[in-house]
């Protein structure tokens, strides 16, 4: 099975996450970090998510999962120690074309969390269509020495410049030449 890769934009997008442990945290901080509205469903959560739910970042239901809890979702992560509650959390998201992520569970996911390096604004994800996330985990640990932090500012600054080429009279043809020429311009594996 090929994989369609994308980057999804999740702000203000109701998503649910089953499971308020350690595993259960990382997959709500980045859901957070998206501007994600996330409802966690748990009968426990760690203090972190704790703390969260109290200032309101989070909506924390403390019980255990429902379907209905899957209701007007745009996706969901299943991320218990419980292999039939994350099952039940995939069968149920299937019945409702909610798309869902069962933790370390491939035949259970409709998308899998791609090892990802994240400089400002560029984004570099890789997969392995959930056949070694290690190697994945490798891939990621080569791009982040090959593009350091100052690649954030460079991507930056090719923004501006597209911008002010949108904001110019300048023909479209000629517009996407000097774009792809500033883009070449940027040295590649982390020289400055």
């Known amino acids: 099975m090929s994989l369609f890769p994308m980057f999804l934009k999740l702000q203000d997008r109701p998503c649910l996450v089953v499971g308020a442990g350690a595993i259960g945290e990382g997959k ?3 859901l957070l970090e998206a501007g994600a509205l996330v409802c966690v469903v748990a009968p ?3 203090r972190r998510l704790q703390e969260l739910a109290a200032i309101g970042a989070i909506n924390w239901l403390r019980r255990k999962f429902t ?3 899957l209701d007007g979702k745009s996706l969901v992560i299943a991320a218990t120690s419980s292999p039939s509650v994350n099952d039940l959390v995939f069968r149920e998201s299937q019945k409702r074309h909610v798309l869902c992520n069962a933790v370390d569970d491939p035949p259970n996911c409709d998308f ?3 090892a990802v390096v994240r400089r400002g604004d ?3 994800a890789i997969s392995t269509n959930g056949k070694s996330p ?3 985990q490798r891939l990621r640990e080569l791009l982040e ?3 350091g932090p ?3 500012e460079k991507v930056d600054d090719l923004g501006v410049a597209r911008e002010k080429l949108f904001r110019s009279k300048t023909k479209p043809s000629l517009r996407k030449q000097l774009l792809h020429r500033m883009a070449r311009q940027l040295p590649l594996g982390g020289a400055k």
């Open 28 to 30: 709500i901080q980045t």
């Open 44 to 46: 426990r959560a760690t």
């Open 67 to 69: 379907p209905a809890d």
């Open 112 to 114: 899998f969390y791609g």
């Open 122 to 124: 560029l984004q570099i």
């Open 134 to 136: 290690a190697f994945a």
């Open 145 to 147: 020495q090959q593009f």
């Open 150 to 152: 100052e690649f954030a």
